[in-house]
C-alpha cells in the first residue's frame, strides 16, 4: 500500500513504515536463527561454529550479484512509474536471465572451492569438515535463494511489500519444522539444517512464481517473451555497483573478522556466532526505523519540505535513544540466558564468552543507532556516495581494530568485541559531518524541485 508521508504527524509516518519492514526483518532472522539454535543445542558447540564461519564465506560469492538485483529493482520501478511496461517486461526478463545464469556459475563455483574458502577462513580441523558439507548444501540451492530475492524485489519495485513477506514467513515457518525433522528425528546434523534451509527456500520460490503467474498478469512470461535487453542490463548494472560495492566491501569486511574469531578456536567461533544472532536481533528496530526514514527523507525533500525532514531525523534519533535503553536493559538481565538458547548450559566458556560479548556492544547501541539514522536521512536525499564511504570507514576501522586489540595478550578475543563500536564510531562521524554540512540537500530531487520552483516563478 503506497503512503504519503509529506504530511500528517511525523513519528506516526515514520513508525507505520517501520513496522511491516521489522515483521519482515523478524521472519529473515529466523533462517539463520533457527539453524544455530537446533545445531548448537542437540548436536554440539562445533556444528554451531560451522553454521557461523559458513555464512560469510557464502555472502561473499553472493554479494556482488544480489547488489546488481537492487539496480534491476530501480530500472523496473521507474519504467512501471513511466507507464512503459513493455520496456518494463524486458527489463524483468533480462534480470531473470542474467540471475539465473550467476546463480549456475555461482553453484559450480561455490561446490568446488567451499573447503578452500574455509581454509582460507582458518577454519579449525574439528569444524572445517561440517562447515564444508553446510556450505555445499546452501550453494546447491543457490538458484531458488536467487529465484525468489528476484520476485521479492520486483514484487516491491511495483509496489507489493506485503506478498514477499507472506512467502517469507511461510519458507520460516516451514525451516523450523524441517530443521526440528532433520536434526532430532532423522539426525542429519549440520547437514539436516542446510537441507532444510534450502527446500524452504525452493517452496518460496515456487509458490512465489506461481503467485505472478496467476495472480500478476504484467509478470506472466512464455518462452516467447524471455529476451535479454543489453541497454537495460547496463542501466541494472550502472545503478547496482554502488550497492554491490558496499555489499561487496561488507563481505570481505565479514570475512576477515571470521578468520581472526576462528583462530581463536572453537569456543570463540561458537560464542561469537551465538552472540552475533542475538544482536542482530537486537538492532533490528534500530536498523528498520533507519530505513523508514530513509523513504521518509525521500519523499519529503521530493516535496521541497526539508524542515519536516530535519524534523524527522530529531524525533527517529529519540525513539532509536528509547529502543536502545530497552534493548540493553534486557541484554544486561538476561545476557547468559540467552546465549543459552544456542548451547547446552554446561558449555560454560561459550556461555561466558557469548555473554561479554553482547554485554560490550549492548552499552554502544545508541552509536549504531545514530550512524543508522544518519545513513537514512543521506541516503534518502540521493547522497549515496558518503553513506557508502561511511559504511567502508565503519568496516575498514573495525577490521583493523579488532585485530590490533586481539593482537594484545591483555585484551585477546575481547578485542573484536570492542571493535565492533569502534566502528560505529568512525562511520557515524563521517556521516554526521555530511549531515552537519547541509549539502545532502543539494543532492538528486533537491535540484528538481528549485528548478520547478523557479520556472514557476519565471512564469509567474
Not at 515483521?23 to 554440539?44: E, H, K, P, S, T
Not at 546447491?140 to 520476485?151: E, I, Q
Not at 536502545?324 to 541484554?331: D, M
Not at 573484536?416 to 566502528?423: E, L, N, T
Request: charged share 10%; aromatic share 10%.
Amino acid at each position: 500500500m503506497i503512503q504519503d508521508m509529506t504530511k500528517g504527524s511525523v513519528l506516526r509516518q515514520i513508525v507505520i513504515f517501520a513496522i511491516p519492514l521489522f515483521i519482515g526483518n523478524i521472519f529473515q532472522q529466523l533462517y539463520n536463527m533457527v539453524d544455530a539454535i537446533v545445531v548448537g543445542r542437540f548436536v554440539g558447540k562445533n556444528a554451531l561454529a560451522a553454521v557461523g564461519t559458513s555464512f560469510p564465506a557464502m555472502f561473499l560469492l553472493v554479494a556482488l550479484v544480489m547488489g546488481l538485483t537492487t539496480g534491476a529493482s530501480i530500472v523496473v520501478s521507474q519504467l512501471f512509474g513511466a507507464g512503459e511496461l513493455k520496456k518494463m517486461r524486458r527489463a524483468i526478463s533480462t534480470a531473470f536471465i542474467f540471475l539465473i545464469l550467476c546463480a549456475i556459475g555461482l553453484t559450480v563455483l561455490g561446490l568446488f572451492i567451499a573447503r578452500n574458502l574455509l581454509l582460507l577462513l582458518k577454519t579449525p580441523p574439528e569444524v572445517i569438515d561440517g562447515a564444508t558439507v553446510y556450505l555445499q548444501i546452501i550453494f546447491a540451492g543457490l538458484l531458488f535463494m536467487f529465484l525468489y530475492n528476484t520476485v521479492a524485489a520486483i514484487l516491491r519495485a511495483l509496489g507489493d511489500s506485503r506478498t514477499p513477506l507472506y512467502f517469507l514467513i511461510v519458507s520460516s515457518l516451514l525451516n523450523i519444522g524441517l530443521d526440528l525433522l532433520f536434526v532430532l528425528r532423522f539426525n542429519l546434523g549440520v547437514a539436516g539444517v542446510a537441507w532444510a534451509t534450502v527446500i524452504s527456500q525452493a517452496v518460496s520460490a515456487v509458490l512465489s512464481i506461481i503467485y505472478v503467474y496467476k495472480r500478476v498478469e504484467l509478470l506472466r512470461f512464455y518462452p516467447r517473451d524471455l529476451v535479454f535487453d543489453w541497454e537495460l542490463f547496463v542501466q541494472s548494472v550502472r545503478l547496482g555497483i554502488p550497492a554491490s560495492i558496499q555489499q561487496t566491501i561488507v563481505s570481505l569486511g565479514m570475512i576477515a573478522v571470521q578468520g581472526l574469531v576462528n583462530s581463536f578456536g572453537s569456543v570463540t567461533m561458537a560464542a561469537y556466532t551465538a552472540a552475533g544472532r542475538i544482536d542482530s536481533i537486537a538492532m533490528m528496530p534500530i536498523m528498520n526505523l533507519g530505513l523508514a526514514v530513509s523513504t521518509f527523507t525521500a519523499q519529503n525533500i521530493g516535496a521541497g519540505k526539508l524542515n519536516r525532514v530535519r524534523r524527522g531525523y530529531k524525533e527517529t534519533l529519540v525513539m532509536v535513544a528509547a529502543c536502545c535503553v530497552v534493548t540493553s536493559t534486557i541484554i544486561l538481565r538476561f545476557g547468559p540466558n540467552l546465549i543459552q538458547l544456542f548451547v547446552e548450559a554446561g558449555e560454560v566458556e561459550v556461555i561466558a564468552q557469548g555473554n561479554d560479548y553482547i554485554t560490550v556492544v549492548s552499552f554502544f547501541y545508541i552509536i549504531m543507532g545514530l550512524l543508522f539514522v544518519t545513513n537514512g536521512v543521506l541516503r534518502g536525499s540521493g547522497d549515496m556516495a558518503v553513506s557508502m564511504v561511511s559504511t567502508i570507514v565503519n568496516l575498514v576501522v573495525r577490521v583493523a581494530a579488532a585485530y590490533y586489540l586481539s593482537s594484545k595478550p591483555a585484551i585477546g578475543f575481547r578485542g573484536i568485541w570492542w571493535s565492533i563500536p569502534i566502528g560505529w564510531c568512525c562511520g557515524f562521524f563521517v556521516s554526521y559531518l555530511r549531515y552537519r554540512s547541509g549539502k545532502w540537500t543539494e543532492k538528486g530531487v533537491v535540484n528538481a524541485v528549485s528548478r520547478r520552483t523557479a520556472e514557476a516563478e519565471t512564469l509567474l
